[in-house]
């Protein structure tokens, strides 16, 4: 499927100065703009416990499903129950639906024939949530398989699992979204297409400035009210600087694919390269 991404993601660039970038859905800002996008795909509330003088942590992520944490009056963790341990008998903890789009958390204060209290996760929104229907799987390698579901025309959806867990989520709506876990890299396309590597991103939070990739090609990093921004330069022109808001962000020509992430890993693919190279830092 390497082919279809890149097929359909070239055909947004332009002679000369290049004005187009691709990016994952609604993270994209023109240069100059000011920084705007989806969010981390993140929401949480806190509600009273069945304890009293305790209250319980609820989040809602599409990268690792609902998680609740009970706190003790000090705010400190007491226990957690997620994905890898959705029901905590002993303390009266469970969430129903764990990795759904609505999932529901359940207390209680006494086992037996106690009811369980029910409330609803904060939700998030359509394009935070994985639906649709199966596309494909893939397995990347004995621990990571990827599963693809096709929303409508234009829009793809992917969930990361390793080891059985869901660790990331990505959204494809008209524009490319990524991801990036370990060492590894992973774009899906608005058409279902996708293209991953491994071992060719920068440190976390890295230096701002200019990177060179292997192609020649130049990235600059910089930061506007805390949120990172990548501008691409090839041989077709300066892109339009595209922004991390919570999410990893696309920018590519014909032969090379940026990803942003969030914290300000920069990774790069370049089609027809059997080995990929993290970007080299030049300087500010």
């Known amino acids: 499927m390497r082919t279809a991404l890149r097929t359909a993601l070239a055909a947004l660039v332009l002679a000369g100065t290049a004005t187009a970038s691709v990016v994952s859905a609604t993270a994209a800002t023109a240069a100059g703009a000011a920084p705007a996008g989806s969010s981390a795909c993140v929401a949480a509330k806190t509600i009273p416990s069945v304890f009293g003088g305790m209250k ?35 303390d009266g903890l469970r969430i129903t639906g764990v990795l759904t789009a609505k999932p529901v958390f359940g207390q209680r204060s006494q086992g037996g024939p106690t009811p369980w209290r029910s409330t609803a996760f904060p939700a998030l929104s359509a394009d935070c949530t994985a639906h649709g229907t199966l596309a494909r799987t893939l397995r990347l390698d004995a621990r990571t398989t990827v599963q693809i579901f096709k929303v409508s025309a234009g829009h793809y959806q992917a969930r990361v699992f390793q080891d059985g867990r869901l660790v990331r989520f990505i959204d494809a709506n008209s524009r490319a979204g990524a991801a990036l876990f370990g060492d590894r890299t992973l774009v899906l396309d608005p058409v279902g297409g996708t293209v991953g590597w491994r071992g060719a991103e920068t440190a976390v939070s890295p230096r701002l400035g200019r990177y060179k990739l292997a192609n020649g ?7 506007r009210d805390g949120v990172y ?33 969030a914290d300000g890993t920069l990774s790069n693919h370049i089609y027809g390269k059997t080995v990929q190279k993290a970007p080299v830092y030049l300087g500010a």
């Open 56 to 90: 319980v942590r609820l989040v809602s992520s599409a990268d690792s499903g609902a998680s609740a944490t009970l706190l003790d009056s000090r705010g400190r963790a007491v226990q957690t129950v997620n994905q890898s341990r959705p029901t905590d008998l002993a």
């Open 217 to 223: 090609a130049i990235v600059k990093l910089v930061k």
């Open 229 to 261: 921004g990548a501008q691409l330069t090839t041989a077709h022109g300066t892109f339009s600087t595209v922004y991390a808001k919570g999410r990893p962000v696309v920018a590519q020509d014909n032969v090379t694919l940026v990803v942003l992430g």
